[in-house]
């Protein structure tokens, strides 16, 4: 069957079957590349296992060989959109998360990108080894938050979104956003699957206005003064 390979992939299955055959082995899902009779290159998988007489004499090879160039299509668009997905992931300063929470509360981290990093100072390989250091990560003080607002997620199997602290490797303090959705596992638990952005400048300038208005407030106590403004429609001051 090798002559109906292109010429490299014939020589590369002609070695392959060579050592088989020679150890009378079976062998399983072997992918290799085929012309089609309409004249394209096909993916085929074949399996197949030796075949003995009663006396113990090798007879042959018995086995199937299946047409999977379809299927293989597919998973290469699937890979395709991973590797776009992780690049725009790894390329913007936020970080996406795939976190697995068993019945028994077990919990995985399958994936998270590497703005991780960027956000708090450890590499994802970090978190992903032991999720529980993710958590150890939060402001003490917004623990309780956070831990109450994921749990009413996953019994309501709803979409959450919460706003709390996060302290880097460096002791700094990060504001951050968490925005998830949340799908059920078959044999219980769940499956959560979000976005932490940093917002700590959105919160640095939040808190420079308040700042701000409270010292205006305080000034014009102080010097008996008030502030008004005039809407010219109505003509009347607030």
Known sequence: ACELMPGREG??????????FNNYEPFYNLESIHFHKNGHLAIVETSGVPIFDLDGGFRGYRGISRDIT?????????????????????????SIYRLVIHADNK????????????ITGIMPEAVMSEPQK??????????????????????????FTNEFR???ASGQVKWVRDSARVSPLVAGGAIVDGVLIDISDRKQAEEALRQSENNLA?????????????????????
């Open 70 to 94: 379809d299927r293989k299509r597919v998973e290469q668009s699937l890979q395709e959109r991973e590797l776009q997905i992780a690049s725009i992931a790894n390329n913007i300063v936020c």
């Open 134 to 159: 993710l958590f150890t990560l939060i402001h003490p003080e917004d623990r309780a938050q956070c831990d109450r607002i994921l749990q009413r997620a996953i019994d309501s199997l709803q979409p």
């Open 107 to 118: 919990m995985e981290l399958p994936f998270i990108s590497t703005g991780l990093y960027e």
């Open 166 to 168: 996060l302290i880097s």
């Open 11 to 20: 020589r590369r299955m002609s070695r392959a079957f060579r050592n088989i």
């Open 218 to 238: 305080e000034a014009q106590r102080l010097a008996h003064l008030g502030s008004w403004q005039l809407d010219l429609t109505t003509r009347h001051t607030v």
